[in-house]
């Protein structure tokens, strides 16, 4: 009965692929993963802040991070307390998709305005952010009378910090 099972375990073991096959090569133990700093984070969300109040416009920010959790948040005095959520809302689609929330406004239309889909906004204001082309998070801004005024003031946030990404944090 042992020899039996032996011989069955030895059939089974031959059959199967490696741990390496199946995973389509060997996998590290640890896989770093590249994050925003805090300053950076916060450097972005000023400078978000600061182009909109050029504008005369009050808005909130958010910078996720890559698991799309918030990293930094800053709400003007006169940004109303909806903003905060709708500026998570903005990065967090805006790093779902790797892409500017401005060009997914058109794309999922309904007849009454885009789908809900929980934790997503798909309107202007929401830019994803990388580093060496790999995606690090994103920064939603809400609250200006426009998407297109909540994109030029992410544009502005992300632009603050790009360079410095880019170059690895030198």
Known sequence: MVKAWIAVAAVLAAAAPPAAAQT??????????KRMSLDTALRAARAAIEACRKEGVQVAVTVIDRGGHPQAVLRDVLAPDLTLAVSRAKAYAAMSFVAPTSQLEGRFTQPFGPP???????????????????????????????????????????????????????
Do not use: H
């Open 24 to 33: 389509g090569g060997a996998q590290p133990v640890l896989v770093p993963i």
């Open 116 to 170: 809900a889909v929980g934790g997503l906004v798909l309107s202007a204001g929401g830019l994803p952010i990388q580093a060496g082309g790999e995606l690090v998070g994103a920064i939603g801004v809400s609250g200006a009378p426009s998407g297109q005024t909540d994109e030029r003031c992410a544009r502005k946030g992300y632009d603050a910090i790009v360079e410095n990404l880019e170059l690895g944090g030198r």
